[in-house]
T-cell receptor, first 116, second 109 residues
Framework: GAVVSQHPSRVICKSGTSVKIECRSL??????MFWYRQFPKQSLMLMAT?????????EQGVEKDKFLINHASLTLSTLTVTSAHPEDSSFYIC????????????FGPGTRLTVL | GQNIDQPTEMTATEGAIVQINCTYQ??????LFWYQQHAGEAPTFLSY??LDGLEEKGRFSSFLSRSKGYSYLLLKELQMKDSASYLC??????????WGAGTKLIIKP
């Protein structure tokens, strides 16, 4: 149980294009999902907290107009990187909060974005 | 401010024991997590401590002292596949997860 999928696993795009990343909780409903970014040899950086049916809460320094988050259902959240640039190249990971007592986060496998 | 400290890198020998420490200063405390992350992969859950003491799970054990703001992850009978980064994270009073920078563990034969 508690499986989170993420699609695509890898994407290469040209500068200026937009990229959509999907995060799905496969066998449980996730009211809250999280989007992280991780640069090489660095720890996870929380970008935003996504709550089903409401606007996402963005961390300081994260542009909400550039990183569009939609959490339209209890099993799906999407992150769209708009007008991507090479500096947006990173490993993007989503997680979904479980429904147990310990607020454990279950992580998707991540998406490696490379912007040329 | 909120802060979690753990060593950047550690090296150990296959078959040995290693202890990875984590100290934290957060606004409130609702539990501490340890995650394992292999290079290029997402983190996977290892342990959760909310009460003081030692939690043992196979070769891995996690210890917590809330009064000292301290935890450690103990790995026994090290295997080459244990080479990974180990992330300490604390759930603060707002139930927000505060992440440490991770400890890269290198296992040598």
């Amino acid at each position: 149980g508690a499986v989170v999928s993420q699609h695509p696993s890898r994407v290469i795009c040209k500068s200026g294009t937009s990229v959509k990343i999907e995060c799905r909780s496969l066998d449980f409903q996730a009211t809250t999902m999280f989007w992280y970014r991780q640069f090489p040899k660095q720890s996870l950086m929380l970008m935003a907290t996504s709550n089903e049916g409401s606007k996402a809460t963005y961390e300081q320094g994260v542009e909400k107009d550039k990183f569009l988050i939609n959490h339209a259902s209890l099993t799906l959240s999407t992150l769209t990187v708009t007008s991507a640039h090479p500096e947006d190249s990173s490993f993007y990971i989503c997680s979904a909060e479980g429904q147990g007592a310990i607020n454990e986060q279950f992580f998707g496998p991540g998406t490696r974005l490379t912007v040329l | 401010g909120q802060n979690i400290d753990q060593p950047t890198e550690m090296t150990a020998t296959e078959g040995a024991i290693v202890q990875i420490n984590c100290t934290y200063q957060t606004s409130g405390f609702n539990g501490l997590f340890w995650y394992q992350q292999h290079a290029g992969e997402a983190p996977t859950f290892l342990s959760y401590n909310v009460l003081d003491g030692l939690e043992e799970k196979g070769r891995f054990s996690s210890f917590l002292s809330r009064s000292k703001g301290y935890s450690y992850l103990l790995l026994k009978e090290l295997q080459m596949k244990d080479s990974a980064s180990y992330l300490c994270a604390v759930l603060d009073s707002n139930y927000q997860l505060i992440w440490g920078a991770g400890t890269k563990l290198i296992i040598k034969p």
